[in-house]
């Protein structure tokens, strides 16, 4: 679906190949019968949010200028997921500040909490909210931003966006408790403005982030509190696996950076 500046919508197809378009790029397109037309020519992009495995690539939005993770203590959330999430931000510089969602189920999320606690500190803002009730600490966020709400399934970010722009009606649907995990109720990611400067995407859950586009010597580069250390290991190719005179293995071992954080990116360094 392609939007005018005007707010006109037209359903399109893509001119030649198909795919490769994503929500919020910003198109040429050809108009071809009422509410129908061609997409000529997708413009440069500012960002690209994506994920890729051994075998394909897939775009989560462009033109983002933030991303907001959600997560929930119900169902259980990935903390390897946000590390991964966090790095492909990372290699975009694009900000992201993670909401920990369902905060009215209060027991569950004091233990999901303590794990957030850590990203806190390394310097992304971490909102508590519950959707079903009050999603206003999240607007400040959103001034003047593309947004997108990126996360699992079931974390609650089509309730999110239903509670930031009422008129969406998004489908959002029950959790399995049996499996622990969301329904991949949402299948198209879509585009809401808030206001004249500022929009959110809705993205259908995602399961496993594969960060196989980035390459392996730039994925401490994805970790912000490593910076310092980087290029400070004896060895100049330093994995910072085992390496003797590793300056981020010495920093964890003296507290410096998390222990857990180091451990994720070895975790990154085996796929
Ligand atoms: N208790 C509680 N439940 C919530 C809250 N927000 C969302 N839910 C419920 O969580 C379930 C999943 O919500 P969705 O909004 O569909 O989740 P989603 O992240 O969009 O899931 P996918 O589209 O599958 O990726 C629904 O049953 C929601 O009602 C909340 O703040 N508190
Ligand atoms: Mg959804
Ligand atoms: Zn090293």
Not at 23 to 34: L, Q, S, Y
Not at 115 to 126: D, K, S
Request: with cysteine.
């Amino acid at each position: 679906m392609v939007e005018t500046r005007d707010g006109e919508r037209f359903s399109c197809v893509m001119r030649g190949k198909k795919g490769g378009v994503a929500c919020g790029d910003k198109v040429e397109f050809r108009i071809t019968a009422p509410e129908q037309g061609v997409i000529e020519k997708i413009l440069p992009r500012e960002t690209l949010l994506y994920r890729s495995d051994a075998y394909k690539e897939k775009i989560i939005a462009a033109n983002v200028t933030q991303i907001i993770v959600v997560v929930a203590a119900v169902p259980s959330f990935s903390e390897e997921l946000i590390n991964r999430c966090l790095v492909a931000a990372e290699s975009q510089s694009i900000p992201v500040i993670i909401v920990l969602n369902k905060a009215d189920l209060t027991e569950p999320t004091q233990a999901a909490i303590r794990i957030l606690e850590l990203y806190a500190t390394l310097g992304y803002p971490v909102l508590k909210l519950s959707a079903i009730n009050d999603i206003s600490v999240l607007r400040p966020y959103l001034e003047d931003r593309v947004s997108v709400l990126a996360g699992q399934s079931g974390m609650g970010k089509s309730t999110i966006l239903n509670a930031l722009v009422p008129d969406a009606q998004r489908m959002t649907a029950e959790i399995s408790t049996a499996l622990d995990s969301g329904c991949h109720t949402t299948t198209h990611s879509r585009l809401y403005h808030i206001n004249a400067n500022s929009a959110v995407i809705d993205s259908p859950g995602i399961q496993a982030f594969g960060l196989n586009h980035i390459k392996v010597e730039n994925l401490a580069w994805g970790f912000t509190e490593f910076h310092p250390y980087i290029g400070q290991c004896k060895f100049h190719n330093c994995r910072h696996l085992n390496e003797p005179g590793c300056a981020l293995i010495y920093a964890a071992e003296n507290g410096k950076i998390s222990t857990r954080r180091l451990a994720f990116y070895h975790k990154l360094l085996e796929n």
